[in-house]
């Protein structure tokens, strides 16, 4: 194992600043870069999220975790502009958020990755990192905000967009249509296209779905890379292995609820989080706790072989 004295600065931050917050659900957190209270979106009779208070450290890479259907993608809509709740507030870098929307967030430091659209597919990949910079998706504003931006910052933009595309190994792609991508090189270009608006805080839903193995690792690192550049960043994921790789803090969902917090070891051994999985099951079969908890240890031990 590493110790403190080999870990990235990044990653010793975000120890330091998450060393003494306890492990439970609502933790108060030092310097928090988002706070979420009571905040409450209904779709008819379902309540999808229900998140009493949620604070995000700053600096750090944090994990939301929960089962399908949890509310993770759903929190991620409200926080993020692109849908409205029925009830809360929340305040970014200490400022209220609620009823902003999606391309104003973005301009103020938080910016969510999509999947890429169709319409994104059918623009160059230069073009979607330079729409980027505007915090807006999609080809209806495509037409309209080129002679806008593009006087006085075009070189700008494109000088931020070029160095992106370095970065993300994707500038042998530059002129290519975005729907020629792979799956990875597309998760990759949402990555890059992100940064275009200089955020403090990246929301990434899924970033690892659908990413062929030979990209993960290269996906992980750009994570990484972004705390060590002092960004905070909040991901939704399934897959545990990377969970407990990437992050600094875990948010586990169930119900639409905050139902536990921790660092990944704490929260994967929480039997409230290994109750929320098993609720959620789908085939409607009964298990046994005990018996799923040694099925996560061999994985693990065949993990780590
Ligand atoms: N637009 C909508 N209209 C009606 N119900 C919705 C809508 N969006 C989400 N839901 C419901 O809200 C609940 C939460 O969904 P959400 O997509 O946020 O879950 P999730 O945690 O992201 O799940 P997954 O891990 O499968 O992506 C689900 O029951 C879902 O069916
Ligand atoms: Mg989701």
Known sequence: MADDTT???????AREALKDVPHEPGAKKKDPILVADSVVRRFGGLTAVNVNHVEIPRGAITALIGPNGAGKTTFFNLLTGFDRPD???????????????????????MVRTFQLTKALSRLSVIDNMRLGATGQKGEKFWPSL?????SGQEKE???RADELLVRFKLDAKRE??????????????EMARALMVQPDMVMLD??????????TQSLLGHVKSL??????????????????????????MGQGQVIAEGTPDTVMADPRV??????????GTEHDPEAVAEEIAEEEAAADE
């Open 157 to 159: 933009i494109t000088e």
């Open 176 to 189: 290519d249509f975005a729907g020629s991508l792979s799956g990875g090189q597309r998760k990759l270009l």
């Open 7 to 13: 870990v990235a600065p990044g990653v010793a931050r």
């Open 87 to 109: 009830e809360g507030k929340w305040e970014f870098n200490g400022k209220s958020l609620a009823g902003v929307p999606a391309h104003k967030v973005a301009r103020q430091g």
């Open 146 to 150: 080129i002679p806008g931006i593009w």
């Open 227 to 252: 705390r060590e550049d002092g960004m905070t960043v909040l991901f939704v994921e399934h897959d545990m292995d990377m969970v407990r790789d990437i992050s600094d803090w875990v948010i586990v």
């Open 274 to 283: 290994i109750d929320a999985y098993l609720g959620a099951h789908h085939d």
């Open 206 to 215: 899924e970033p690892m779905a659908g990413v062929n193995p030979a990209l």
